[in-house]
Every structure is written in structure tokens, then in C-alpha cells.
T-cell receptor, first 113, second 110 residues
Framework: IAGITQAPTSQILAAGRRMTLRCTQD?????MYWYRQDLGLGLRLIHY???????GKGEVPDGYSVSRANTDDFPLTLASAVPSQTSVYFC????????????FGEGSRLTVL | RKEVEQDPGPFNVPEGATVAFNCTYS??????FFWYRQDCRKEPKLLMS???SGNEDGRFTAQLNRASQYISLLIRDSKLSDSATYLC???????????FGSGTRLQVQP
């Protein structure tokens, strides 16, 4: 069982470039999330989607966009990358219940120079 | 002020020791509480939920004090494999997503 797959696992990017981080899940979970993790700040929510066709803003949405065309895929796009977007990005999903269990991908380490 | 605050540590303890972590949350609308574990350069994984009456899972005990708005995690008989970062997590009423603390790092030494 794959669970959640993120790609790329690591990327170095020049400032100003456009970048899409991919996230795919095979658990048929309705809800999906993008978090970024920075030292000392923990995991912060960027965007989320409660179900296919809907998205919402999290705590730190500026500079990022998402789409949810179907249940399985939830890509995160940086339209014009800046150095402050250097971080580790985690995609996660959860089922419809409020069990509190998020299933995370292995993360995408992004460096913007 | 962060919604979920934790002592970053590190907590360095010998094998077999008992160690406790505390976490405070500021949003009184927080309804559900959890501890996640994150190994170095890995993704977070659910360790246990925290119930109002307190709950235990093997060597791990979690407690919730709603009046004081803090959550604790106790680890007994620490193992080397317990070395990780422990994330305190809350779910606020009306929000679907979880709010994470920045984590407490535990290093168990032989």
C-alpha cells in the first residue's frame, strides 16, 4: 500500500521560478493538506481541501496555490519562488471522521536560491 | 503567541529513565488532542490520542488538563528507539486541520 506519495523528494530552485509539488494518495481520503515545516516553527498549514473540488487557505497561504480536481491528487504550486519558501513540505490526508489521524507523505525538501 | 507551545528540548535521558513532556494550548475551543512522533528527516506519525480521563498505551501515558489547558506525555522505561521529536497536536472546533506544536526532541542514551 503506497499511502501518500510526494514528488520530488528534493529540489533546488532558482528564485522566480515556478514549481509544482505533487501529492497523490490511494486511500480514498476526502481531506488533504499541505504543511510546511521549518526549524523552531513546527508544521504550519498552507492550504487544505475537505473534498474534491474544494480548497481552503491555511495559516500561511501567501505565495502558494492548490487545486483538487479529483480525490487522489492535491498539487501545490509556487508561482514565483522566493528564498523564504525554502522548507520541507508535507502533504497529508485524513478520512471523513475526526479521529485526528493524518497520514503524511515523506516530504519534499525545497531549497530556493 | 503560538497556539500550541512546547519546550523544544532536547531532553537527554539514559535508557530506562522516565521522562515527561508538557504542552500548553491557548485556544479554549480546542476539542481533540494528540501526540505525534517524528523521527529525524521523516514524516510525523500518530503516537496516541489524548482523552479527558487520561489514557495509556504500553509505556506511554497521556493526560489532559482542560482547566489549565495543558497536555502531557509520560514515557516510562525509555528505549533507544524512543529517540525522536514528539509533537503536541490539537484540533480546534470548526477547523478541519490540526494545529501542531513545534515539537520536543528526546534523545535516549545508552
Amino acid at each position: 500500500i503506497a499511502g501518500i506519495t510526494q514528488a520530488p523528494t528534493s529540489q533546488i530552485l532558482a528564485a522566480g521560478r515556478r514549481m509544482t509539488l505533487r501529492c497523490t494518495q490511494d486511500m480514498r481520503h476526502n481531506a488533504m493538506y499541505w504543511y510546511r515545516q521549518d526549524l523552531g516553527l513546527g508544521l504550519r498549514l498552507i492550504h487544505y481541501s475537505n473534498t474534491a473540488g474544494t480548497t481552503g487557505k491555511g495559516e500561511v497561504p501567501d505565495g502558494y496555490s492548490v487545486s483538487r480536481a479529483n480525490t487522489d491528487d492535491f498539487p501545490l504550486t509556487l508561482a514565483s519562488a522566493v528564498p523564504s519558501q525554502t522548507s520541507v513540505y508535507f502533504c497529508a490526508s485524513s478520512d471523513s471522521g475526526e479521529t485526528g489521524e493524518l497520514f503524511f507523505g515523506e516530504g519534499s525538501r525545497l531549497t530556493v536560491l | 503567541r503560538k497556539e500550541v507551545e512546547q519546550d523544544p528540548g532536547p531532553f537527554n535521558v539514559p535508557e530506562g529513565a522516565t521522562v515527561a513532556f508538557n504542552c500548553t494550548y491557548s485556544n479554549s475551543a480546542s476539542q481533540s488532542f494528540f501526540w505525534y512522533r517524528q523521527d529525524c528527516r521523516k514524516e510525523p506519525k500518530l503516537l496516541m490520542s489524548v482523552y479527558s480521563s487520561g489514557n495509556e498505551d504500553g509505556r506511554f501515558t497521556a493526560q489532559l488538563n482542560r482547566a489549565s489547558q495543558y497536555i502531557s506525555l509520560l514515557i516510562r522505561d525509555s528505549k533507544l528507539s524512543d529517540s525522536a521529536t514528539y509533537l503536541c497536536v490539537v484540533m480546534v472546533t470548526g477547523r478541519r486541520a490540526l494545529t501542531f506544536g513545534s515539537g520536543t526532541r528526546l534523545q535516549v542514551q545508552p
